[in-house]
T-cell receptor, first 114, second 117 residues
Framework: AQSVTQLGSHVSVSEGALVLLRCNYS??????LFWYVQYPNQGLQLLLK??????LVKGINGFEAEFKKSETSFHLTKPSAHMSDAAEYFC????????????FGTGTRLTIIP | DTGVSQDPRHKITKRGQNVTFRCDPI?????LYWYRQTLGQGPEFLTY????????KSRLLSDRFSAERPKGSFSTLEIQRTEQGDSAMYLC???????????????FGPGTRLTVT
């Protein structure tokens, strides 16, 4: 079975500071990994995904994530936080062909301090 | 492309009542997913359809839950004899066979928030 673990249910950073949201995965096969963002009362929006190839993945809104197989990690970063980044962030893993359902972590709520 | 829509956005019901939610996927998206999100948790997979065929159901989907996608377009999720534990956000997502790279991106709707009193 595949799973992801998000370390830290709440993270607060100052505006302009580095954002680091942590995600570790468990998978018996090479994983497909995702980061989604959820704003209040809205659905989830895909930030970025890792499938194969380049381990540093760039997404929307200046976010990026690095797949590290040796550490089974897929941490999300952004060099400079903006007030509009305040939201809930979910890491997810999907199955392989024919089984694309997503398994999500418990989420990290990001607060930006002015 | 108007996005995935869900109706209603909010539903308050009394325990024991039946409720039905509707999801309209993005046009021509052949896969449709239902997830449930409880407070403080990530979404959990419930079931998914490819066209009108329901291909997988989670063990979370008890006998009180049923989902349909009769013409391969919109889908409904019905909960019979609701319980307080059913209170959650029910999310729908869809994906297109025309997306090039696997895995295909799932586009999420805004969700239906169910409160069972």
């Amino acid at each position: 079975a595949q799973s992801v673990t998000q370390l830290g249910s709440h993270v607060s950073v100052s505006e302009g500071a580095l954002v680091l949201l942590r995600c570790n995965y468990s998978s018996s096969v090479p994983p497909y990994l995702f980061w989604y963002v959820q704003y209040p009362n809205q659905g989830l929006q895909l930030l970025l995904k890792y499938t194969t190839g380049a381990t540093l993945v760039k997404g929307i809104n200046g976010f990026e994530a690095e797949f590290k197989k040796s550490e089974t990690s897929f941490h999300l970063t952004k060099p400079s936080a903006h007030m509009s980044d305040a939201a809930e962030y979910f890491c997810a893993v999907s199955g392989h062909f024919g089984n694309e359902k997503l398994t999500f972590g418990t989420g990290t709520r990001l607060t930006i301090i002015p | 492309d108007t996005g995935v829509s869900q109706d209603p956005r909010h539903k308050i019901t009394k325990r024991g009542q039946n409720v039905t939610f509707r999801c309209d996927p993005i046009s021509e998206h052949n896969r449709l997913y239902w997830y449930r999100q409880t407070l403080g948790q990530g979404p959990e997979f419930l079931t998914y359809f490819q066209n009108e065929a329901q291909l997988e159901k989670s063990r979370l989907l008890s006998d009180r839950f049923s989902a349909e996608r009769p013409k391969g377009s919109f889908s409904t999720l019905e909960i019979q004899r609701t319980e307080q534990g059913d209170s959650a956000m029910y999310l729908c997502a869809s994906s297109s066979p025309l997306q090039g790279q696997y895995p295909r991106e799932q586009y999420f709707g805004p969700g239906t928030r169910l409160t069972v009193t």
